[in-house]
C-alpha cells in the first residue's frame, strides 16, 4: 500500500536529492516536498501525511515545527536529519514525539529500514485503537437490546454506577448477558483506556486459578519454569470481571478478600508484596446467599463483591424484548456473515415467542444464527427454527419408558437420559422440558 511522505528540506542540497531519489525509487511512497515551515503546515493540513523527514537545521525552531505537526495530525512519525547531531538536540526532539534523529551523510537503506519501523509502529496503533473503538462500539449502552422494565431498570443502574469506582455483582442465569453488562460498564468508566480482563473462575481448578489470577515466580512449583504475571497484574489501572464467582474456592476467596480490602497481593512463591489498582466486577448464576449458608462462600466477601447488586433477568420474564432482540441478531449476522436476510415471518415469531428459552439471551441468538445459516429466501420462516423449538412438552406424554422395580434415583437417572435422546442431546430444551435448571441438569447428568 503506498503511503504518503513529506520531506522538509533546504533547496539544492545534493544529499538530500540523492535521498529523494532513492525513497521514491522505492515505489512505496508518494513523496511530497516543502521548503518551509508555512508549506509544511499547509500540505500537513490538507493530506493525509504517514512519514515526515525533516532538515532539523531548515526551520528556525525545529522544535517548534515538530509541535504543529504533532498538533495538526499525532499520528504522524517525525524523523529528524542534520548536519550536526548533538546530545542536546536528539533528547529535545525527542521528548516532544519526534520518531528518530540521524546525522548527515546518512546510510540510506538505514533510513529506510527506520522508515518501515516507524510505520509498523503506526500500524499497530491504528489495529489497537480500531480494536478498542470497536469493543466501545460493542459495549456502548445502546447495544444493550431491551425495551421491558427489567431491562430499562438495569440500564439505569449501568448508567448511574459505570463512573463511580465500587465493585459490583452480577447476578442472574447463564446466558443472560452478564458479560456484556461488564464491559459496558467498564467502557463507560474513567478506566475505559485501561484493560479490561476476563476470568472465568469455573475454568481451571484451584492451583492452576491462583496462578491465573495472581501470577507466580519461576521455580514456585513444578512447572513453573518462568515467571506469569498474573490477570490481577495484567488489569492494574483497569478492570477485572470474574465470571462464575461463586465456583471460588475458600483458599482463593480469602485471597481475593484481601485484594479488595487492601488493593495488595502477592504471586505465589514470592514474599513481594504488590499494590494493585483495580476495580472488581463479579457475576455469579448461582445463589450466593444459599452458598453463605451452606458454609461455601464468605460473608464478607460478599459484602465486599456486592456493594452495587445488578440483577440480570431471565428472557423468559422479557418477553416483550424478544422481537427486538431477533432484529439485532438479524442486522448484526447480516453484517458479519453477508447475509441478505430481511426479516422473519408471524408464525416463526410466535414460536419463538411461546419458547421458555432456558439458555436465554445467548440460546436465542444460536437459534436465529442457525435459522439463518438454513433460510433459502428472505424471510426465517418457522421451517428453518432449530427442532428443538418445535418440541412441545406434550409430546413428551407417552414417549418414556420406564423399567419396572427401579429405585427412585434409577427413575430420575432414567427420565433424564430418554429426555435428552428425545431432545438430541440439547440440554437447553431439555431443562425446559423436565423443569429443572441447566446447572441441576448438568450435575445430575454426570451420574448417568
Not at 509544511?40 to 504517514?50: D, M, P, T
Not at 483458599?251 to 485484594?259: E, M, P, S, W
Not at 445467548?362 to 433459502?376: D, G, K, P, Q, V
Request: net charge neutral; charged share 30%.
Amino acid at each position: 500500500m503506498e503511503r504518503n511522505m513529506l520531506i522538509i528540506r533546504n533547496y539544492h542540497d545534493s544529499e538530500w536529492e540523492e535521498l529523494k531519489e532513492y525513497i521514491t525509487k522505492r515505489k512505496r511512497f508518494f513523496v511530497r516536498e516543502a521548503f518551509s515551515i508555512k508549506e509544511s503546515v499547509k500540505i500537513i493540513r490538507n493530506e493525509q501525511i504517514h512519514i515526515v523527514i525533516a532538515d532539523y537545521d531548515l526551520p528556525r525552531d525545529a522544535i517548534k515545527l515538530l509541535k504543529k505537526i504533532k498538533s495538526l495530525n499525532p499520528f504522524v512519525e517525525v524523523i529528524f536529519l542534520s548536519g550536526e547531531v548533538s546530545l542536546t538536540k536528539g533528547i529535545a526532539a525527542m521528548k516532544e514525539g519526534a520518531y528518530d534523529f540521524y546525522e548527515f551523510p546518512v546510510n540510506k537503506r538505514l533510513i529506510m529500514t527506520v522508515v518501515n519501523k516507524a510505520l509498523e509502529k503506526q500500524a499497530l496503533y491504528f489495529e489497537k485503537t480500531e480494536l478498542e473503538q470497536c469493543l466501545q462500539d460493542r459495549f456502548d449502552f445502546s447495544n444493550i437490546i431491551g425495551k421491558s422494565k427489567s431491562m430499562q431498570h438495569v440500564l439505569r443502574i449501568v448508567s448511574s454506577v459505570a463512573r463511580k469506582n465500587v465493585s459490583i455483582l452480577i447476578t442472574g442465569e447463564t446466558g443472560t448477558g452478564k458479560e456484556l453488562i461488564a464491559g459496558a460498564i467498564h467502557y463507560n468508566s474513567p478506566r475505559f483506556d485501561k484493560a479490561l480482563v476476563r476470568v472465568n473462575c469455573a475454568a481451571f481448578n484451584e492451583g492452576v486459578l491462583e496462578s491465573e489470577l495472581f501470577g507466580h515466580e519461576k521455580g514456585a512449583f513444578t512447572g513453573a519454569l518462568s515467571t506469569r504475571i498474573g490477570r490481577f497484574e495484567l488489569s492494574d489501572g483497569g478492570t477485572i470481571f470474574l465470571d462464575e464467582v461463586g465456583d471460588l474456592s475458600h483458599n482463593i476467596q480469602i485471597k481475593l478478600l484481601r485484594v479488595l480490602q487492601e488493593r495488595e497481593f502477592e504471586r505465589v512463591g514470592s514474599s513481594e508484596t504488590r499494590k494493585i489498582d483495580v476495580r472488581v466486577i463479579a457475576a455469579t448464576n448461582s445463589n450466593l446467599r444459599t452458598l453463605i449458608d451452606e458454609g461455601r462462600f464468605r460473608e464478607d466477601l460478599f459484602y465486599r463483591l456486592n456493594v452495587v447488586n445488578i440483577e440480570m433477568p431471565s428472557l423468559k420474564d422479557r418477553r416483550e424484548d424478544i422481537p427486538l432482540l431477533v432484529s439485532h441478531f438479524i442486522h448484526k449476522l447480516n453484517a458479519e456473515k453477508d447475509y441478505q436476510i430481511k426479516g422473519i415471518t408471524n408464525e416463526a415469531m410466535r414460536i419463538l415467542l411461546n419458547y421458555q428459552w432456558p439458555g436465554n439471551v445467548r440460546e436465542l441468538e444460536n437459534a436465529i444464527e442457525s435459522a439463518m445459516a438454513l433460510t433459502e429466501g428472505s424471510l426465517i420462516d418457522a421451517q428453518y427454527l432449530p427442532s428443538f423449538l418445535l418440541l412441545s412438552p406434550a409430546e413428551l406424554k407417552d414417549f418414556y419408558q420406564i423399567p419396572q422395580n427401579l429405585t427412585l434415583q434409577e427413575v430420575e437417572n432414567e427420565i433424564i437420559a430418554q429426555t435428552l435422546m428425545k431432545t438430541g442431546g440439547n440440554k437447553s430444551k431439555a431443562t425446559q422440558l423436565l423443569g429443572i435448571g441447566l446447572r441441576t441438569l448438568q450435575r445430575k447428568a454426570k451420574d448417568i
